[in-house]
């Protein structure tokens, strides 16, 4: 355990978060994602995870650490419900709050289609699995920059 460090972020995810970099992305997936096998195709290349803890939980998690990128639109984004694009799931509602919170302003999640977050997540630079069993629990956050000290 260290000060100060959310608890769900073990040793392999807090090496990732460090060493990625400004425009870097991180997914975030429920169980029900094809993590391992995209996982693959990512510039970490092994997939990294929180078992037991829900995306939001999750998102927390990385969010205590990570900055969103602020020079693009969707440095936060969703996988949209196939047939229902607009619809949004109790599981992105949780995840916009926190998103909302760690950032301290409205902060607006775009939507992906599918298939476009599938492949956004193989270019992605690491997958974090969690265990949301609930469905769309999916989102991809991109690596802002922390300003230097005045």
């Known amino acids: 355990m260290l000060k100060g460090i959310d608890p769900l972020l073990n040793a392999e995810l807090l090496h990732a978060l460090r060493a ?17 096998s995209i996982a693959r195709q ?3 290349g092994r997939l990294l995870r929180i ?6 939980e999750a998102a927390a998690a990385v969010l205590s650490l990570m900055p ?10 969703r996988m949209e419900v196939v047939g229902a694009p607009e619809e949004i799931p109790a599981v992105q509602s949780e995840v916009q709050a926190v998103i909302d919170a ?6 607006p999640l775009a939507s992906l289609e599918r298939h476009a977050f599938y ?24 690596k802002g920059v922390i300003p230097p000290e005045p």
């Open 20 to 36: 990625m970099g400004h425009g870097d992305d991180l997914i975030i997936a429920d169980a029900n994602f094809p993590a391992q």
């Open 119 to 142: 492949a956004r997540a193989k270019s992605a630079y690491c997958v974090i699995q969690t265990g949301e069993r609930r469905f769309y629990g999916c989102f991809a956050l991109t």
């Open 102 to 107: 760690a950032e301290g302003k409205p902060w």
């Open 68 to 77: 969103l990128d602020s020079f693009i639109d969707d440095a936060a984004a």
């Open 51 to 56: 078992d037991g803890a829900s995306a939001a």
């Open 42 to 44: 990512t510039v970490l």
